[in-house]
């Protein structure tokens, strides 16, 4: 069946250095990824996406890359902030029917002064 | 911005009590949807809606209704509520067509039942 997972459960790194989130998906024909992310006692929060027609994409300080071939995604951060303290969801759009996000569990990424 | 509004941030219920999640969005959103949100499962869709009157199950509907009699509006209604029912419950939105895929959420109702 349909799964999206994530490697690391917990992730620390010092601020000002960059962070690497994976996430494994079981799905081969789902088409479109989304990264969340959830800072304490808030809903989650739209990062970046990506269509699996591409393999990078770009934004403020976040990298998105996607290697079809194993099912992986990363969300990279570059410089992390503690503001970046929080949990980051992947989640994979499954085809057919509704537009049913499946979620990852989650990764909690802290920052090391 | 879009904004996702859920009327309650904390509330406590008793077993059996009927319990009613209200969620309001100001995108003019044709889709909404409930999620709750556990630790070690995520997040798992209850239900979600189409359109003004229209409901489709989730993976997790049992124990759960909904209602959307205003396209902004769409309400998760606990029959009688359980303790297993304890959890975080996130509201979200998006609209049809082309941006449809990304959904926005609200901050979330953490409802405890005792």
């Known amino acids: 069946g349909e799964s999206v997972g994530l490697h690391l459960p917990t992730l620390s790194v010092q601020e000002g250095d960059n962070s690497i989130i994976n996430c494994a998906y079981s799905?081969?024909?789902?088409?479109?990824f989304i990264w969340y992310k959830q800072e304490s006692g808030k809903g989650p929060q739209f990062i970046i996406d990506?269509?699996?027609?591409?393999d990078k994409r770009q934004g403020q300080r976040v990298t998105v890359l996607l290697n079809k071939t194993v099912k992986h995604l990363s969300l990279q951060i570059a410089a992390t902030q503690p503001g970046d303290s929080a949990v980051y969801f992947c989640?994979?759009?499954?085809?057919?029917?509704?537009?049913?996000?499946?979620f990852g569990q989650g990764t909690r990424l802290t920052i090391n002064p | 911005d879009v904004k996702v509004t859920q009327s309650s941030r904390y509330l406590v219920k008793r077993t059996g009590e009927k319990v009613f999640l209200e969620c309001v969005q100001d995108?003019?959103?044709?889709?909404m949807f409930w999620y709750r949100q556990d630790p070690g499962l995520g997040l798992r869709l209850i239900y979600f809606?189409?359109?003004?009157?229209?409901?489709e199950k989730g993976d997790i509907p049992e124990g759960y209704s909904v209602s959307r009699e205003k396209k902004e509006r769409f309400s998760l209604i606990l029959e009688s509520a359980s303790t297993n029912q304890t959890s975080m419950y996130l509201c979200?939105?998006?609209?049809?067509?082309?941006?449809?895929?990304?959904?926005?959420f609200g901050a979330g109702t953490r409802l405890s039942v005792l």
């Open positions: 989640a994979e759009i499954a085809l057919g029917g509704a537009q049913k996000l499946v």
């Open positions: 799905n081969s024909a789902s088409d479109y």
């Open positions: 990506i269509r699996s027609n591409m």
């Open positions: 995108m003019d959103h044709e889709n």
């Open positions: 809606s189409y359109d003004v009157k229209m409901k």
């Open positions: 979200a939105s998006n609209p049809a067509g082309e941006a449809k895929n990304i959904q926005y």
